[in-house]
């Protein structure tokens, strides 16, 4: 299934119920493209000709151009209309004038519907004295439209009008040109008594001067529409798993502009940028505008984030806005702190994760616990060497007595080396350019049943800084880059893959021993050249991998070369943050934030003596210090030449819901 596949399950969800047009604009320049995008039009005129056995009468042989003259007599549609989009494409003699009479009952003037929308020549002299609410697209009598957008007398001109309960919208030539609620509107003539009406036809009624149709479609909205009580649960939703975490009572003054979206009077209320909504005016809402503006400052999510909305739930909170936001007395959305650490869960996300669980496992049967396995990626030549590591317990030790605790762990697997270039370059690289989120920029290259994972956007430089790349360490990464590896691995392989967590990792490094170091508790520079490459030994630079000693369980490099990430966030007490137990099962204390999380083993350009088993360091955000962007790059570290990783994988397959939390910290972003 390709990522397009997922962006239509989401909306078919949210917009179950709802129409195809709701909370659409109106901007194309022509019929073909209006027909294009919206083929279940009934056609009223075609071709210069009144469709047979829709009008009630239409009496014309006055021809022109293949265009056809609006007759006297007011014809009417037989067929009657609540809410709808009528587009048509027409001409303007000089002085013409006419009209199209909306949610007409039938019988009477343009007074008696809902209203006139007035058809006119604008630029001819006679009419230079006229009301403003008289001229071309105008409510007649009631809203002025914005005037400058008709084309000069013997054009083609190209119209579509909306209309949803009391409100009117009509755009002329690809432009909006009249936005009004008519509820609100007082007619400067006589009484538009028809003003309320929420149903009628469509009436070519008024003068009959000078107009003429080529073509005019009409899409009813009644059938499908929602009620307005229906859609407050589903923009309830959105706002619930998109927004709710920034924009709280606790932290909108921290990062959220001082704005809660929790009730509709923090809406309007709104925050530094002003009020978030104004019911009834989608384009006056900050809640909207902020939504569609996408290079602004204010643009939400913020620019350039991996979890942009789509199209299909910023229609659908257009639509809401604009029908008056309806929202339940006393309803108050609340955050679904659906992951440990506050992070919402994307539903689309959630949807690759649960292809790449099934797909994982189909293949459970094959690896025997407690064998070494070498696993192949496609058109990779280097495989990834995975070595078992027996469940087992070992004590974890902290600066101080405070902070000292058993670890228990089931068996895992764990690669020999750290991870290559070889093995990170095509996922580092992908085929087709990547945004800054991690997803393709152009997804007409990407095949319809492809399965589209994050992958980094290509960096500006060789992130290996001139240091070697084949069997060398790749380097410099996030840990969100190296989990997002993990599920590209796990997607390529059929194996589950991750980060192993501080413990996992400091317990596979030590292989059954106690002491600090391989030999002991003395920080000897002689001894640690045997294992491990440190700022006296490496030349300035990491070096190609597997030519220091093994440990006793055959994994190398544990010490020095790069850093590694792990799954932790750094704390420094972790017996407080795992709940002051003597003994923990599998401990992995979740990130908080974006920093620090726990990186271990030390690196090429340590002392010897930090090459410690239980030395740690946590990550900083001076390490995309030089990073021109903002927000700062979720995918590279530029100024650390030092960081890397391996993957682990656990014996028992995790859950859908666990292997999302593996690949998806929630807290990627600066």
């Not at 009144?50 to 007011?74: C, L, N, Y």
């Not at 307005?228 to 990062?255: Q, T, W, Y």
């Amino acid at each position: 299934m390709s990522l397009r596949k997922f962006f239509s399950a989401t909306c078919i969800i949210l917009l179950a119920g709802i129409a195809h047009l709701s909370g659409a604009t109106f901007e194309q320049k022509s019929m073909n493209a209006f027909l294009a995008e919206y083929p279940e039009a009934e056609p009223l005129i075609s071709e210069g000709a009144a469709v047979e056995g829709v009008w009630s009468h239409f009496k014309s042989t006055d021809r022109k151009s293949g265009m056809i003259k609006v007759p006297d007599g007011q014809p009417y549609t037989k067929k009657s209309y609540g809410d709808f989009v009528l587009s048509c494409e027409f001409m303007l003699e000089p002085e013409a004038n006419s009209g199209i009479f909306l949610r007409y009952p039938g019988k009477g003037t343009g007074y008696d519907s809902m209203c006139e929308l007035q058809m006119l020549d604008n630029s001819a002299k006679k009419y230079s004295k006229l009301k403003e609410s008289q001229y071309h697209a105008s409510a007649y009598g009631l809203v002025a439209a914005k005037k400058g957008f008709l084309k000069p007398v013997g054009e083609l001109n190209f119209q579509t009008v909306e209309v949803r309960g009391h409100r009117i919208r009509a755009w002329l030539n690809g432009s909006l040109v009249l936005d009004a609620d008519l509820e609100k509107a007082e007619s400067e003539f006589h009484p538009q008594v028809g003003k309320l009406r929420l149903s009628g036809h469509l009436c070519l009624g008024g003068h009959a001067d000078g107009v003429y149709y080529r073509s005019m479609y009409v899409v009813p909205l009644d059938a499908a529409e929602a009620k307005d009580d229906e859609l407050f649960p589903k923009v309830g939703e959105i706002l619930s798993s998109r927004c709710i975490s920034c924009h709280n009572g606790e932290s909108k003054l921290a990062n959220g502009g001082n704005l809660s979206l929790e009730t509709r009077q923090d809406l309007i209320k709104g925050g530094n940028r002003g009020a978030a909504l104004l019911p009834g005016d989608a384009e006056g809402s900050l809640l909207y505008t902020s939504l569609i503006a996408h290079e602004a400052p204010f643009a939400m999510p913020p620019r350039d984030r991996f979890d942009r909305i789509p199209e299909s739930e910023i229609s659908l909170i257009r639509e809401w806005v604009n029908r008056g936001a309806h929202w339940p007395e006393g309803e108050t959305i609340v955050y679904r702190k659906e992951k440990a650490n506050g992070a919402r869960i994307d539903p689309k996300e959630l949807e690759l994760v649960k292809l790449i669980h099934a797909k994982i496992l189909e293949n459970s049967a094959d690896t025997p616990p407690g064998e070494p396995y070498s696993d192949k990626v496609e058109n990779i030549s280097v495989p990834l060497k995975m070595l078992p590591i027996p469940a087992g317990k070992f004590q974890m030790k902290g600066s101080g007595k405070d902070d000292e605790f058993t670890a228990e762990l089931d068996g895992f697997w764990i690669a020999e080396t750290e991870l290559p270039w070889d093995l990170y370059s095509p996922f580092m690289e992908p085929e087709i350019g990547r945004n800054k989120d991690g997803y393709p920029q152009d997804m007409s290259l990407v095949g319809e049943d492809e399965v589209i994972l994050a992958q980094p956007s290509r960096p500006y430089h060789a992130m290996s800084f001139g240091m070697g790349v084949r069997r060398h360490p790749a380097i410099a990464m996030t840990q969100h880059a190296a989990n997002k590896y993990c599920q590209w691995l796990s997607w390529k392989t059929g194996h589950f893959y991750r980060l192993p967590t501080e413990a996992e990792w400091e317990y596979a490094a030590r292989a059954g021993v106690a002491t600090s170091y391989p030999w002991g508790e003395d920080a000897d520079a002689g001894k640690m050249d045997q294992y491990g490459w440190y700022n006296d030994n490496s030349n300035g630079s990491y070096q190609r991998l597997g030519r220091k000693e093994a440990n006793a369980w055959g994994v190398k490099d544990m010490l020095g070369n790069v850093m590694e990430w792990t799954l932790d966030g750094f704390v420094e007490n972790r017996r407080a943050a795992l709940g002051d137990k003597d003994v923990v099962k599998a401990p992995w204390i979740k990130a908080t934030g974006p920093y620090p999380h726990v990186c271990k083993g030390g690196h090429w350009n340590s002392d010897h003596a930090q090459l410690k088993f239980d030395g740690r360091e946590g990550s900083d955000p001076k390490w995309k210090i030089s990073d021109p962007q903002n927000p700062k790059s979720i995918w590279y570290h530029t100024n650390i030449m030092w960081i890397g990783f391996r993957p682990v994988r656990s014996e028992v397959i995790p859950s859908v819901e666990e292997m999302y939390e593996y690949w998806n910290s929630g807290v990627a972003y600066d």
